[in-house]
């Protein structure tokens, strides 16, 4: 079975043997986290070259941690947070019980894992709000995406691509989002506390 589905993909059995150990929404986060040095660099790293290269930002971990869910039966989703002012951020989803989880690579501690209690898309949205902000402090949040399903990319092969799939973040652009905030609570929303900043930069990368 594991050369079968590794073929079917196009991975290594080597690809493959890493992919494989990554059982559970916890441990492929554990291997963003350790595995995986932050990256800002303008590129899209497909799965493959991420296994390779250990360098990666957050669309390429969420491809990487969709295709680690793939892979045990579950499917390739990902998710666009949207921001003001801010990049925005990419996740893989995951659902356990009927309950919303995420996956993350970020280099602010807060942006990372969440685990599967949410019940909606919203109320997982929200809980990366207060950990939004950009350089001036200011909580940039605004709105999520619908999931995307990445397997309808497949024809293009972008799990194993040695070119970077931009044909996914692309397709983000052109997608609508759910307001999570109305637009004239904007201008009374406060600063982000020094020490909560100081906490989701705890070991960040200072180049990114």
């Known amino acids: 079975m594991p050369g079968t589905i590794a073929n079917e993909f196009g991975f290594t059995r080597h690809e493959f043997a890493i992919l494989r150990r990554l059982e559970s929404p916890e441990k492929i986060q554990r291997f963003?986290?350790?595995?995986?040095v932050y990256d800002p660099s303008r590129t899209c790293r497909s799965p493959r070259r991420l296994l390779r290269d250990r360098r990666g930002h957050c669309v390429?971990?969420?491809l990487l941690a969709a295709t680690a869910l793939r892979l045990r039966g579950q499917p390739p989703l990902i998710w666009d947070l949207h921001a003001q002012r801010d990049v925005d951020h990419v996740l893989?989803?995951?659902?356990r019980d009927g309950l919303w989880g995420a996956i993350g690579k970020s280099n602010y501690s807060g942006l990372r894992y969440r685990e599967p209690v949410y019940?909606?898309?919203?109320?997982?949205?929200m809980s990366y709000f207060e950990h939004y902000f950009n350089a001036h402090g200011?909580?940039?949040?605004?709105g999520y995406s619908r999931p995307i399903l990445l397997s309808q990319f497949d024809a293009t092969g972008w799990m194993t691509a040695e070119d970077d799939p931009w044909q996914i973040p692309n397709y983000l652009t052109t997608i609508s989002y759910t307001q999570i905030i109305p637009r004239k609570v904007v201008s009374r929303l406060t600063r982000q506390d020094q020490r909560l900043r100081a906490a989701n930069e705890f070991g960040m990368q200072k180049a990114g």
Not at 92 to 95: E, G, I, N, T
Not at 138 to 142: A, G, N, P, Y
């Open 32 to 36: 963003l986290d350790e595995e995986i």
């Open 60 to 62: 390429e971990g969420a």
């Open 92 to 95: 893989a989803l995951f659902r």
């Open 119 to 125: 019940k909606t898309l919203r109320e997982l949205a």
């Open 138 to 142: 200011e909580r940039t949040l605004r």
